[in-house]
């Protein structure tokens, strides 16, 4: 949406409460572009229902023109009990098209692992022609579905995919790694540690 420099919420509130616009529209300059992807815990390509689990893994995209407001962080539980909405991705910039490839970058750079997310369906959008071109109405997803919705995901959704078990993975092993050394009993471990010495020292070490 243009960028306007004007708080239509604050301008809202004080016009309830009786005051006057001191501007007129022709008053009104555009100051570039800004999207919003509401980034929530659902899966796309199950009817957008919601989605559970633990956040193991989280990187959030930075840079000019990008803003983040999330309220998550590793190790957060994500339940049915709430609104499922993650957090608002939002960028600016001087135009809509550069705006469009801003946000494109911010979604690719974005990673959640843990929880099924909206982000590779907000990829979609960005990357759609129609949406680019700026060809919208109010029935924009429902003409659009088997583009944004069909196929399941596209080769860079399933590297990210990919990438995301192995961390899960390795993550997995470093806990059972942890958890056999601490349930090792202590003698154990120091007699394994004076036989690696006696053997070093035998051996010249």
Known sequence: MPVTGIDL??????????????????????????????????????????STGRIEHLEIP?????????????????????????AKLI???????????????????????????????????????DFRAGRLSIRYLETHEAQLLGDGFDDDALRRLALAAALLEEERRGRGVRRAAAETPMATRAGSAWRWRSWRWADGG
């Open 9 to 50: 919420v604050q301008w809202q509130i004080r016009i309830a409460a009786g005051e006057r616009l001191p501007f007129r529209q022709e008053d009104i300059a555009w100051r570039g572009h800004a999207i919003e992807c509401r980034i929530t815990a659902e899966d796309p390509w199950n009817g957008f229902l919601p």
């Open 62 to 86: 930075s840079g000019p023109g990008v803003r983040w407001d999330g309220g998550i962080a590793p190790g957060v539980d994500v339940g049915l009990f709430y609104d499922p909405m993650l």
């Open 91 to 129: 960028v600016h910039a001087p135009t809509r098209e550069l705006a469009i490839e801003r946000m494109r970058r911010a979604l690719r750079e974005t990673r959640i692992v843990g929880v099924d997310t909206s982000l590779p369906f907000h990829l979609r959008v960005m990357e759609e022609p």
